[in-house]
């Protein structure tokens, strides 16, 4: 009786190993399948090795202060050894915390570095290792693109609704700077007796008029505002269609509905703009600069739909350059895959940059509105497909104007009062106006405000709103 009753417990005593090692077993297979799915490269190294250095320099350099007015950089300069800081405009020191006295609001640039708080507050998505081999060869997954961004530059694309991609050829340029001479070059006869004529939309982006010019040659030639030519016989236009534009913001079309428009869609994505459809574009523009703010990385792309016009910019890039940074581009496939992956979440970097910069006209406008001194371009809330709601403007540029006979030169009426702006006549409109730029740090920002509240303050119809901007 004994014997059979150990007998049993012995049995149960395997079974319940038996059991609990099947489970184990299904545990570690599920563990390895999930590790190895292809979403998730698959990493066996518990314990990092070649990379420490570089991380832990990484973390150093970004753990020096600079009072939040400045940061360090791994390659900056030098003093004992150790990256000094950089400061923000107006701020001096070696950690960037004396404010200058008397020192201008410089808001003439749309360096868009509103989105840096963005990458710090995410500090570990936005980190990327690169090895000492890393792509070194002159070609890459397809011959000078990363094939992999390709393909997540058009999933974000269709995620955030503001383009149709699908049967459009894809280039990378080293900015989107690179490629407006490409496309206008691959849009324009060749070997024709009467050149293109390369025309945009007062106010207009200054590049297009400064690079047309600089390269003027027998095929193209820059021919100015396209009110101009709006009731001429002539064709062969190549239009720069800026949307949202830079200066003003506002949502444009083509003014001479030819065949060849290069849309610079630079600020169509959702911290700028409401997205009402996707743009649709034979010759679309975007930049990295705007979308996650990197300017400094040089890197933007352009779809093209005709098959010949996109072997010609790939020649202009060929011959020009080479090719987009493959290092750069390694770079941009982190921020797009992060950028993407956050939609939705409360790491959304639409949702950061449109509350920011809705902040920033919002408070603008209140201090411009309280007086009649100066006036602003006219946004409104839009239903945006993005947000899935109406939403108010959150403008890249405010493009200001001085209403007053006397003011006649706004950029230096705010020069004078300690704003750098930038002209209008750069834009090809007048000096009655002038861009500031929405777009750069928080101290830019609010060194604008200070500086502008006197200038309102000194016009006859203030009101006693103002000291609470
Ligand atoms: C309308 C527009 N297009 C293009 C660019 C150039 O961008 P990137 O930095 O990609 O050369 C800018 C930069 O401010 C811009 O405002």
């Known amino acids: 009786m004994r ?64 009072s939040g007015h400045g940061r360090a950089y791994v390659d900056g300069v030098l003093d004992n050894w150790r990256p000094t800081c950089e400061c923000n405009t107006c701020y001096i020191g070696s950690d960037c915390s004396v404010l200058l006295s008397n020192c201008s609001a410089d808001v003439d640039s749309g360096d868009p570095l509103f989105l840096e708080p963005y990458w710090m507050q995410h500090a570990a998505k936005g980190a990327v290792v690169l090895s000492g081999w890393h792509r070194m060869s002159y070609s890459t997954t397809d011959h000078f693109k990363s094939l992999e961004l390709e393909n997540h530059i058009r999933l974000l694309h269709a995620a955030v609704g503001n383009a149709i991609t699908d049967g459009k050829y894809l280039v990378f340029g080293t900015g989107s700077t690179q490629l407006i001479n490409a496309l206008v070059y691959a849009l324009s006869p060749e070997n024709t007796s009467s050149p293109a004529s390369v025309v945009a939309t007062v106010p207009y982006y200054p590049m297009y008029k400064e690079q047309t010019e600089l390269f003027n040659g027998r095929d193209y030639e820059w021919e100015g505002a396209t009110a101009k030519w709006r009731n001429s016989n002539k064709t062969n236009f190549v239009e720069f269609v800026t949307s949202p534009n830079n200066p ?41 600069s705007k979308l996650s703010g990197h300017a400094g990385s040089r890197f933007g792309w352009a779809f093209i739909k005709d ?93 200001l104007k001085c209403e007053n006979e006397e003011d006649a030169d706004c950029a230096e009426v705010l020069m004078k009062g300690g704003i750098i702006s930038r002209g209008g006549t750069k834009f090809g409109s007048s000096t009655q106006y002038t861009r500031l730029s929405l777009l750069k740090t928080d101290d830019n920002f609010e060194m604008l405000l200070q500086k502008f509240k006197p200038l309102v303050a000194s016009s006859d119809e203030n009101t006693s709103e103002i000291s609470s901007f």
């Not at 001479?256 to 169509?268: F, K, R, T």
């Open 3 to 66: 014997e059979q009753l150990t007998r049993e417990t012995t049995a149960n005593v395997y079974l319940v190993l038996f059991s609990l090692s099947v489970l184990l077993n299904i545990f570690l297979l599920c563990q390895h399948f999930s590790f190895h799915s292809p979403s998730r490269p698959s990493s066996t190294i518990s314990e990092l090795s070649w990379t420490r250095r570089a991380a832990a320099e990484a973390e150093a350099v970004a753990a020096i202060s600079c």
């Open 248 to 288: 003003d913001c506002l949502l444009c079309d083509s003014v001479l509905g030819g065949s060849s428009v290069i849309y610079d869609h630079a600020y169509y994505w959702p911290h700028f703009t409401a997205i009402p459809e996707p743009a649709d574009g034979d010759a679309m523009i975007f930049t990295v």
């Open 307 to 399: 098959e010949n016009v996109y072997n010609k910019v790939s020649n202009y890039l060929q011959y020009n350059s080479m090719g987009a940074s493959r290092d750069t581009q390694s770079r941009i496939f982190n921020y797009v895959k992060v950028i993407l992956a956050e939609i939705g979440s409360n790491a959304d970097i639409f949702e950061f940059g449109f509350n920011k910069l809705r902040k920033r006209w919002q408070r603008l406008q209140a201090l411009v509105n309280s007086s009649s001194r100066f006036s602003l371009q006219q946004l409104s809330p839009q239903y945006c497909t993005y947000f899935k709601k109406i939403r108010d403007p959150s403008p890249a540029y405010a493009w």
